[in-house]
Each structure stands twice: as C-alpha cells, then as structure tokens.
C-alpha cells in the first residue's frame, strides 16, 4: 500500500511555469505505475500524464503535450509534473494516481484504474 500527497500548486499567470511534486510512502514504490490526473468544478477527473515504474515510458493527454512532463525518482518515492507554459485551461485541483495491478488491458487513461489517490494541489492560471 502506498500513501500519497501532493505539493507544488498555487496561482500563476498565463505563460508562467509550476512543479508538482507527489511524495509517496511505504513500501516499493517503483512497483507504482504514477499518474496525474486534473479535476474542475463539477467535471470528472481529466487524465493528465503516466509513467510506468522505471521512468521510461510515458504518456500525456494530447492538451499538455509538449509543456507539461512526467517524471519520478524512486530512491526519493517522489513523481513531478513540471508544466510550463500554462493557460487558463490548465485551472484544476491535479492529484496524483497509483496503481500496482499488472494487466495489459489496463486503460491508463481511466481514472477508475488507479487504486492509490492524494489529496489534490489546486492551481489556478489567470490572464
């Protein structure tokens, strides 16, 4: 079982850049698939990013590609999301996801998928 909580978020304007940071504790970390989901008001959570369990692969919703970027470090059972160049759009409570189940049918993209959730960060982005 693994705990998780982020840090990182606060209030920017449009353009600036931010990093979350997802500290993990308990055992094995590195047998954690790491996701960042995102929520609004009244939406469901929106998949953001994963990266499997050596920091290799990864995979990003078509809306962040190429400003924000996953990554993690497991001898410190940490996992960042360095978004830069942010937008209004960007505006959202971002959690970070966990999940050990080792399934080829998994969709990473689903939120329902992942067992081991934080608490949220809000970030705010304004014009």
């Known amino acids: 079982q693994v705990q998780l909580g982020e840090s990182g978020g606060g209030s920017v304007q449009t353009g600036d850049s931010l990093r979350l940071s997802c500290a993990a504790s308990?055992?094995?970390?590195?047998?954690?698939?790491m996701a960042w989901f995102r929520q609004t008001p009244g939406a469901e959570r929106e998949f953001v990013a994963v990266?499997?369990?050596?920091?290799?692969?990864?995979y990003y919703a078509d809306s962040v590609k190429g400003r924000f970027t996953i990554s993690r470090d497991n001898a410190r059972n940490m996992v960042y999301l360095q978004m830069n160049n942010l937008k209004p759009e960007d505006t959202a409570t971002y959690y970070c996801a966990g999940l050990d189940r080792r399934d080829p049918m998994i969709d990473y993209g689903d939120a329902k998928e992942y067992r081991y959730w934080g608490q949220g960060t809000q970030v705010t982005v304004s014009t």
């Open positions: 990266l499997d369990r050596i920091g290799v692969s990864t």
């Open positions: 308990g055992r094995a970390f590195s047998r954690y698939m």
